[in-house]
């Protein structure tokens, strides 16, 4: 089946509650798309054009030059320049050969304005990064 | 209509590209181009899928053409006149084998679809979905290569400006050396010959890729297109105005003795 492996879409919490059938509805929207290790796969400030889903490899996550945090396997970033059509927040780099599962604005945003359970999974993303933000201040 | 058709059979912008649609236009004009066929977009988008019949599709037209190969974008609004798309796309030289095309035409897909293409969409006012169509040719191992302005982008006038360097065209359009410059009357006089500082060329790997080699010292500043194959640019010059109108930008090489046209497309606001 062209697309993502439906047991990788379904192991990301932004889609946990879809059934079978919105599952590989969403699978078939993947695209993949492989980085070489050492690669800026976003950089801060840039306009951002895809969702991404690790599929194997690691990255780093930096703001303002400085690391935050790792991303392995399972892990996605790049949702929030595709909600506000804004910057990259975070500057993401390939430490090895990435493989990952991209989800482009264009396919995103049709998803996740028809899809209600989408939608309030990432409300409560996007509040629980508040809240986060908001207790380190 | 298929989706993948010989480049002489490309000839709907909205389907296959602007740049697949003035390949197709020089081959059903018989001009010199290296063997190809155009991709249309929704055949590249169902390739950069995974979809199964649309890469046997393109498998079969491409096992007739000789390796290696290049891969171009051709979007659907590439090359227009008020916004270029030509340094956010794609290109993959040196394809080695069929079965790589698929994983190349994915790579052109997600060129256009990268942070900086749609960085590049939202400043020019066009954020909208890109639909990349992709040119499958056969990838020459050029003598030289180059670029040819058919008005002078510098001063406008009525002139051939030629660039030139060693191996693969693209050590010109990425500014790797100081090319070969020269400038020649439309009557076919030449007005100018200044040699570049070549000290590299890009050469086609076997397994893929390229590689750049350091060029001989005696060549690096010898001129690497002579006056006989001046003449033969500037009749080229003439052929591409004829076809397509006036103020093209044309990347051609020289291969095994023969003149190749690459590329033609019109010269955009502000010249090279």
């Given at each position: 089946?062209?697309?993502?492996?439906?047991?990788?879409?379904?192991?990301v919490?932004?889609?946990?509650?879809?059934?079978q059938?919105e599952?590989e509805?969403?699978?078939r929207?993947?695209?993949?798309?492989t980085?070489?290790?050492?690669?800026?796969?976003?950089k801060e400030?840039?306009?951002?054009?895809?969702?991404?889903?690790?599929e194997?490899?690691t990255a780093?996550?930096?703001?303002?030059?400085?690391?935050?945090?790792?991303?392995?396997p399972?892990?996605?970033?790049?949702?929030i320049?595709?909600?506000?059509?804004?910057a990259?927040?975070?500057?993401?780099?390939?430490?090895e050969?990435?493989?990952?599962?991209?989800?482009?604005?264009w396919d995103?945003?049709?998803l996740?304005?028809?899809?209600?359970?989408i939608?309030?999974?990432?409300?409560?993303?996007?509040?629980?990064?508040?809240?986060?933000?908001e207790?380190?201040? | 209509?298929t989706?993948?058709v010989?480049l002489?059979?490309?000839r709907?912008e909205?389907?296959?590209?602007?740049?697949?649609v003035?390949?197709?236009?020089?081959?059903?004009?018989?001009?010199?181009?290296?063997?190809?066929i155009?991709?249309?977009?929704?055949?590249v988008e169902?390739?950069?899928s995974?979809e199964?019949?649309?890469?046997e599709?393109?498998?079969r037209?491409v096992?007739?053409?000789?390796v290696?190969l290049a891969?171009r974008?051709?979007?659907?609004?590439?090359d227009?006149?008020?916004?270029?798309?030509?340094?956010?796309?794609?290109?993959l030289?040196n394809v080695?084998?069929?079965?790589?095309?698929k994983?190349?035409v994915?790579?052109v897909?997600w060129s256009?679809?990268?942070?900086?293409?749609?960085?590049y969409r939202?400043?020019v006012?066009l954020f909208?979905?890109?639909?990349v169509g992709?040119?499958?040719?056969s990838l020459?191992?050029?003598?030289?290569?180059?670029?040819?302005?058919?008005?002078?982008?510098i001063?406008g006038?009525?002139?051939l400006?030629?660039?030139a360097?060693?191996?693969?065209?693209?050590?010109v359009?990425?500014g790797?050396?100081?090319?070969?410059?020269?400038?020649?009357?439309?009557?076919?006089?030449?007005?100018a010959?200044t040699?570049g500082?070549?000290?590299?060329r890009?050469?086609?790997?076997?397994e893929?890729?390229?590689?750049?080699e350091?060029?001989?010292a005696?060549?690096?500043?010898?001129?690497?297109?002579d006056?006989?194959?001046l003449?033969e640019?500037?009749?080229?010059?003439d052929?591409?105005?004829?076809?397509?109108?006036?103020?093209?930008?044309?990347?051609?090489?020289?291969a095994g003795?023969?003149l190749y046209?690459?590329?033609?497309?019109?010269?955009t606001v502000?010249?090279?």
């Amino acid at each position: 089946m062209p697309g993502a492996p439906v047991e990788a879409i379904h192991g990301v919490p932004l889609f946990a509650d879809l059934d079978q059938t919105e599952l590989e509805q969403v699978a078939r929207l993947f695209k993949r798309r492989t980085f070489a290790a050492g690669e800026t796969v976003a950089k801060e400030g840039s306009g951002g054009a895809a969702f991404f889903l690790i599929e194997s490899g690691t990255a780093t996550v930096s703001v303002g030059g400085q690391e935050r945090a790792g991303l392995g396997p399972g892990e996605y970033f790049g949702e929030i320049a595709l909600i506000d059509e804004g910057a990259r927040s975070a500057t993401i780099t390939a430490n090895e050969d990435l493989v990952c599962q991209g989800l482009t604005y264009w396919d995103f945003r049709p998803l996740v304005m028809e899809n209600a359970a989408i939608c309030w999974k990432l409300l409560q993303f996007m509040v629980a990064r508040l809240r986060s933000a908001e207790s380190r201040s | 209509m298929t989706g993948v058709v010989p480049l002489v059979e490309a000839r709907d912008e909205s389907i296959f590209g602007s740049k697949a649609v003035g390949l197709g236009e020089a081959a059903r004009e018989g001009l010199p181009l290296p063997p190809g066929i155009a991709l249309a977009g929704d055949v590249v988008e169902a390739v950069a899928s995974g979809e199964e019949d649309a890469i046997e599709e393109v498998a079969r037209l491409v096992r007739d053409l000789p390796v290696p190969l290049a891969v171009r974008s051709s979007a659907v609004d590439e090359d227009g006149a008020d916004a270029s798309f030509a340094g956010q796309h794609l290109t993959l030289l040196n394809v080695a084998s069929t079965d790589a095309v698929k994983d190349a035409v994915r790579e052109v897909w997600w060129s256009a679809n990268s942070d900086s293409a749609i960085t590049y969409r939202q400043r020019v006012g066009l954020f909208r979905r890109p639909s990349v169509g992709v040119v499958v040719q056969s990838l020459l191992d050029p003598d030289c290569a180059g670029v040819m302005f058919t008005r002078n982008p510098i001063t406008g006038d009525n002139e051939l400006m030629i660039e030139a360097s060693w191996g693969l065209g693209e050590a010109v359009v990425a500014g790797m050396v100081i090319p070969d410059n020269f400038r020649v009357a439309r009557s076919g006089e030449v007005l100018a010959r200044t040699p570049g500082l070549k000290r590299i060329r890009i050469r086609a790997l076997p397994e893929g890729g390229t590689r750049e080699e350091d060029v001989p010292a005696e060549l690096a500043e010898k001129l690497c297109v002579d006056d006989a194959q001046l003449a033969e640019l500037s009749a080229l010059a003439d052929r591409c105005e004829q076809v397509y109108g006036q103020g093209r930008d044309i990347e051609f090489a020289f291969a095994g003795g023969s003149l190749y046209l690459l590329q033609c497309r019109a010269v955009t606001v502000g010249g090279a």
